[in-house]
């Protein structure tokens, strides 16, 4: 096969994928009753994003439908810590190994991760959320619009109150940006308030949610930005 025509096969086989995952035949249609809504979760390695997919499963599967797909580059590390930690049955976690960086595949190429969404759709009852983490990646780490509905984007408050003044893409652009593990905060000398004046200033209006998983182990005001998506999808949350 030439490079031309393996190029279009793969578009093509991409297509077919997205119309499976999203269903009513529309690549990237928006979520609804008969469709999952997806939310992607970014940021740098260790700020925090495994752990807060874990959270979250355990906040809300009890009364969702759910399912995971977790990226690392060159393991299933986090997809291995969620089923220890068996925050969600076996059959509704899939671990996508990238094999290059993490926004590749959350960007880039999403065919992989298209690969992963398909799979759960088709063979899970009808998903009410999925939750797609990327491996840990810098701050211009965005997720395709083609992949998730809505991207949340996670700090550590342990690399520096300066990493919101630094901006990029996925500070400034999530829907969502989360300062986690604001317990540390004073063992590092990073200035909350500072952090919360320069994320105000990169991104307007924007949500950001300031959290410790040690004091709040259900992060609840995430999960109420999600419940608040899922009910604008049309899901009960």
């Not at 279009?8 to 249609?29: I, L």
């Not at 984007?153 to 996925?170: M, N, S, Y």
Request: charged fraction near 25%; include cysteine; hydrophobic fraction near 40%.
């Amino acid at each position: 096969m030439r490079p031309d025509d393996d190029r279009r096969s793969r578009r093509a086989g991409d297509r077919r994928a997205e119309e499976r995952a999203y269903g009513g035949g529309r690549p990237g249609g928006p979520p609804g009753p008969d469709r999952p809504l997806r939310i992607g979760l970014g940021g740098p390695v260790g700020s925090g994003k495994t752990a807060l997919v874990a959270a979250l499963c355990r906040h809300l599967a009890g009364r969702l439908e759910m399912a995971v797909v977790t990226n690392d580059i060159y393991t299933t590390e986090d997809a291995e810590f969620l089923l220890r930690e068996a925050v969600l049955p076996a059959e509704r976690i899939r671990a996508v190994q990238t094999g290059c960086c993490p926004h590749t595949a959350i960007r880039d190429d999403i065919s992989a991760n298209l690969e992963a969404v398909d799979e759960l759709v088709r063979t899970l009852p009808p998903l009410d959320l999925l939750l797609i983490e990327s491996g840990g990646d810098n701050l211009t780490a965005t997720f395709s619009r083609g992949l998730v509905h809505h991207q949340i984007f996670i700090l550590d408050v342990a690399g520096g109150d300066k990493l919101p003044r630094k901006g990029g893409p996925g500070v400034t652009s999530a829907d969502l940006l989360v300062i986690n593990k604001t317990d540390l905060a004073d063992r590092v000398g990073a200035d909350l308030s500072v952090m919360a004046r320069d994320a105000r200033a990169r991104r307007g209006d924007r949500p950001v949610c300031f959290l410790s998983l040690v004091h709040d182990p259900s992060a609840h005001e995430v999960a109420a930005w999600v419940c608040e998506r899922l009910a604008a999808a049309g899901h009960a949350g």
